[in-house]
């Protein structure tokens, strides 16, 4: 059974960049044909897909969010990373990772981690 986590700042400052990182067990982020998300959700809004990194190291974003997001991956860890940078109000939201067959995913399944709260606060 796959296990994803989230870790990172719980507060960042406007126009500063939000880094988290989701470290994977139980699986490796380098099996062939699954795809590694982000997915947020903001106070009274749904879930929100914001880009992957897929088994090869291609990623994949969010046309919304792609000037400011960058995912990236460390296989040696196992890890992978968003980017989101010039964060303002708006980007506070409990942020997922997860894993899934297809590049865009918003269904929660066994394979999301728990989330992690982000507020964008000075």
């Known amino acids: 059974q796959v296990r994803l986590q989230e870790s990172g700042p719980g507060l960042v400052k406007p126009s500063q960049t939000l880094s988290l990182t989701c470290t994977v067990s139980?699986?490796?982020?380098?099996?062939?044909?699954?795809?590694w998300s982000w997915i947020r959700q903001s106070p009274g809004k749904g879930l929100e897909w914001m880009g992957a990194?897929?088994?090869?190291?291609?990623?994949y974003y969010s046309p919304s969010l792609k000037s400011r997001t960058s995912i990236s991956r460390d296989t040696s860890k196992n890890q992978f990373t968003l980017q989101l940078s010039s964060v303002t109000p708006e980007d506070t939201a409990v942020y997922y990772c997860?894993?899934?067959?297809?590049?865009?995913?918003?269904?929660?399944?066994?394979?999301w981690g728990r989330g992690t709260q982000v507020t964008v606060s000075s």
């Open positions: 990194i897929g088994y090869s190291g291609s990623t």
């Open positions: 139980g699986g490796s982020i380098t099996t062939n044909y699954y795809y």
């Open positions: 997860a894993r899934a067959r297809q590049v865009v995913t918003t269904r929660p399944t066994n394979d």
